[in-house]
């Protein structure tokens, strides 16, 4: 199966359901798809920490000041602060401020509250920054399918004239191979069909595994030599648990560059 798309992967980090169960179990023996999820579940956690944990600073007024002049804004630099920043009297005895902020103008609820939301979609951003970033990366390292071989599949049966289909084998740089199956009449109601490699005299077969619908996509065993095994068979069999071949083949063609 292929590596789990990037986007599910960061959505998954953040907690969302959305891989299906191929892909669930995809994820237990992919080491990179793991250490993908890994990497973005840390910025994820990191992010949400309990604020209780964090100790945040709250910024001075003169940044906010900066802030004001670098972007220049018309609203006065007071409104950029929260609503519960510390209210200092100049010239008196005193400096208030509101209820849980400490002596040096920082909160212990307000300010920490309106910072955390913040973190958190700073933290989310990041993660689908990052997943967009692995996306890319693994465009460019990932190698790209090549067809090497495909074949016509002409009907084998006299009652059904029309049944056509086409087989494409496909081979990425690593070496890996897989055979594409279409074809283009529907499944037998009573039955289903299976694809199959098989030698030129047909001393020699293997099943690929069963078409599910109208195409499908099967992993040829490593090793296999398609010189050997170069004819493409789809079969319809009976559900009557017997793995050999049915003896009814519906279409057939032989691989060819």
């Known amino acids: 199966m292929p590596h789990v798309d990037d986007d599910a992967l960061a959505l998954y980090a953040l907690g969302e359901d959305v891989l299906e169960p191929e892909q669930r179990l ?14 973005l579940a840390r ?9 209780r944990e964090a100790a945040l600073v709250p ?20 409104a950029l602060q929260p609503d519960d920043a510390p209210v200092r009297r100049i010239g008196g005895d005193a400096t208030e401020t509101p209820a849980g902020a400490d002596r040096d103008g920082g909160t212990t609820g307000g300010r920490r509250s309106f910072w955390m939301p913040a973190l958190v979609a700073a933290g989310t951003a ?5 997943a967009g970033g692995v996306l890319w990366e693994r465009r460019d390292l990932q190698p ?3 067809t090497v071989a495909s074949a016509a599949l002409s009907p084998v049966r006299a009652d059904s004239p029309g049944e056509t289909g086409q087989a494409v084998v496909q081979q990425t740089g690593d070496g ?25 005299d047909a001393s020699g077969l293997i099943s690929l595994g069963v078409l599910q619908g109208g195409e499908g996509r099967f992993t040829i065993p490593d090793g296999l030599d398609l010189t ?9 069999e009976p559900f009557d648990g017997d793995p050999a071949h049915s003896g009814d083949s519906l279409v057939r063609g032989t691989l060819g560059t």
């Not at 995809?26 to 990497?39: F, S």
């Not at 956690?45 to 604020?51: M, P, S």
């Not at 890996?176 to 009449?185: A, E, F, P, T, W």
């Open 176 to 200: 890996r191979q897989q055979l594409v199956v279409s074809i283009d009449s529907p499944a037998p109601g009573d039955g289903y069909r299976e694809v199959w490699l098989l030698t030129s």
């Open 144 to 146: 790209a399918e090549a």
């Open 59 to 78: 910024p001075r007024p003169e940044v906010w000041t900066r802030i004001h002049s670098e972007l220049g804004l018309t609203t006065p630099p007071d």
């Open 43 to 51: 910025v994820v956690n990191g992010a949400r920490a309990d604020e």
């Open 126 to 130: 990041l993660v689908l920054g990052i």
């Open 26 to 39: 995809h994820l237990q023996d992919c080491a990179q798809c793991a250490r993908t999820v890994a990497g």
């Open 228 to 236: 050997d095994f170069a004819v493409v068979d789809v079969s319809e």
